[in-house]
């Protein structure tokens, strides 16, 4: 009830007792008296509190002295007190009256309103507690009927202290506002009902939410096992449980995944195991769970089917002492059984897919072995042509075999990484060192440097890149160390979204007419095809700042336009 209503009918309430300024005269009065009413009796779906609202309200509406809301228990046949306001013999919950007795019990009895302006001498009249020695001078006892024709819900009591005569219009307001809190009881009772029931759901979604955590914690198929053998006892109170599965090999029968606890798990032979099978075989037929009382063995089993999809692929047999009930909760058990199904199927498919891995790795790694010395055999045929071959024949095989040994190292280093990315900076320390060891040998006449930023390259580009880095170190060694050593220097950059890869000698340098668009060499073109075509980069041959040559290329590292098109705009 708002504040400024509930003020309004203190005011009206405060009235002189003179019968033309009486709250209830006329039906604009009564009215608004029902009104008040009405919404104390819906202004809250907690029973307690509405009761002592209504009680609160009804007294101070009706001027009596004491106003009580008797409630109707089916399962004892008895009324209680639930609320009172104003002058009690007693607070809630202390009185209690059997069907029929007393006014209140008779108007219950009766499902009739009883007036009694002579309470004391009224027929079925019992001693209530006094007030301050005084008994009750006035009862108008209401049944509280509810809208299902019959049931009763309680007994509405109005009393004073002194003898009082309820004009006919307070008589019809008490039975309109009777129907108006039967609703609301009902309503209460049916939430408190509902309420219940709620917090029992949200109670079993926890318990089943804390076991799903249990059960998915884990791919391990034991301990998995382990953990749904252990939660399932927890759950379901039994003394033991058995983990069959229907066996994935062609005309398999039943495998027994776990038993548990110990003492269980040692009874599993003889008749016990064949119940258990034919139980579970029944589960498996059916698709519903059994419950099977085994006399003989001293246990009942209650199986239930372990469903993954639309078919049964196993069951849980939970066991009892012989002569228990079997269990409530059902519908908690069969969610359960269901997660831990699918988490057995998980954990073998990861067991499944563990093992293929391992086959295909073993298989990939034969591969690369035979891949690797393919290149090999192909580098030392070639190298041994090269040492048959004329002068001019001799160069170009030497920078094939330094191609394919640089594809050589490319190789190792992908093969032995999991990550499909690779440095920039470590490709270039490898490649650099191959095609300087190829061209000297042993003997260090060549000094070289690799700094920079690390940038990933993907696969693809990492083959690319070597060969682009062999040619341009094989060059600067033949053409600009031709009249002695010198040093290489290779810079790794990163400018915004691109890649710079720099190489630079201190050699002879370029010729004077030189101009790369024009350029016929063979060596040249492959490293033009190969930026622009496969990189889609950028390709600069110039002199160096302080003498020598120096090449840059440009372009985008693939890993890196992914995560550029993977910004939202």
Request: net charge negative; with cysteine.
């Amino acid at each position: 009830m708002l504040d400024n209503e509930w003020e309004t009918l203190a005011e009206l309430l405060k009235a002189p007792t003179d019968p033309s300024r009486r709250v209830l005269a006329g039906p604009v009065g009564r009215l608004q008296a029902l009104h008040w009413i009405t919404r104390a009796a819906t202004s809250s779906l907690d029973l307690d509190e509405m009761l002592n609202t209504v009680a609160r309200v009804l007294r101070e509406t009706m001027r009596a002295d004491s106003c009580g809301i008797f409630l109707y228990d089916e399962s004892s046949g008895t009324l209680t007190l639930r609320a009172v306001d104003g002058v009690s013999p007693d607070r809630p919950g202390r009185i209690t009256l059997p069907l029929g007795v007393g006014i209140t019990g008779q108007a219950a009895l009766t499902r009739r309103l009883q007036i009694a302006f002579d309470a004391p001498r009224h027929p079925a009249y019992v001693d209530y507690p006094h007030v301050d020695d005084r008994p009750f001078a006035s009862q108008v006892s209401v049944p509280l009927i509810a809208r299902q024709p019959g049931r009763l819900l309680g007994v509405l009591n109005i009393l004073t202290l002194e003898p009082r005569e309820f004009w006919p219009e307070e008589i019809d307001f008490l039975e309109t506002a009777a129907g108006e809190i039967a609703i609301a009881i009902e309503n209460a009772l049916l939430y408190s009902e509902t309420d219940a029931e709620l917090r029992r759901r949200i109670a079993q979604l926890e318990l089943l939410q804390q076991l799903w955590r249990a059960i998915a914690s884990t791919l391990d198929l034991g301990e998995l096992l382990a953990t749904i053998a252990t939660r399932a006892i927890e759950l379901s109170g039994a003394r033991g449980v058995s983990i069959f599965r229907q066996s994935r090999a062609k005309g398999g029968g039943l495998e027994l995944l776990r038993a548990a606890p110990a003492e269980w798990a040692a009874r599993h032979e003889g008749a016990l195991e064949q119940a258990l099978r034919s139980v579970v075989q029944e589960v498996l037929d059916s698709g519903a769970a059994v419950w099977r009382e085994l006399p003989d063995d001293g246990v009942a089993v209650y199986a239930l089917p372990m469903i993954t999809g639309r078919r049964a692929v196993g069951a849980l047999c939970l066991a009892y002492r012989y002569g228990t009930a079997p269990p409530v909760q059902t519908g908690l058990l069969h969610a359960f059984t269901d997660t831990a199904a699918i988490a057995i199927e998980n954990a073998e498919l990861y067991e499944e897919a563990r093992r293929g891995l391992a086959r295909a790795s073993a298989l990939l790694r034969e591969l690369h072995h035979r891949v690797r010395n393919n290149l090999q055999t192909v580098a030392a045929l070639l190298s041994l042509q090269a040492r048959r071959a004329g002068p001019e024949a001799r160069a170009v095989l030497q920078d094939a075999v330094s191609r394919i040994r640089s594809l050589t190292v490319v190789h190792d280093l992908l093969s032995g990484r999991e990550m499909p990315e690779v440095s920039l900076l470590e490709l270039a320390r490898i490649v650099v060192s191959q095609a300087v060891h190829s061209l000297y040998g042993d003997d260090v006449a060549v000094e070289w440097t690799i700094e920079g930023d690390e940038v990933a390259v993907s696969s693809r580009q990492t083959t690319v890149l070597a060969l682009l880095l062999n040619e341009f170190v094989t060059n600067a060694v033949r053409h600009g160390f031709a009249d002695g050593p010198g040093r290489i220097a290779v810079r790794v950059r990163a400018e915004g979204a691109r890649a710079v890869l720099e190489v630079e000698d201190d050699g002879r340098g370029l010729p004077a007419d030189f101009d790369p668009l024009r350029s016929r060499g063979l060596g040249l073109q492959i490293a033009r095809t190969l930026v622009e075509v496969d990189l889609r980069g950028e390709l600069e041959i110039g002199p160096a700042p302080r003498g020598g040559t120096l090449v840059r290329v440009r372009f985008v590292p693939e890993g890196q336009v992914a995560a550029a098109a993977s910004v939202p705009s």
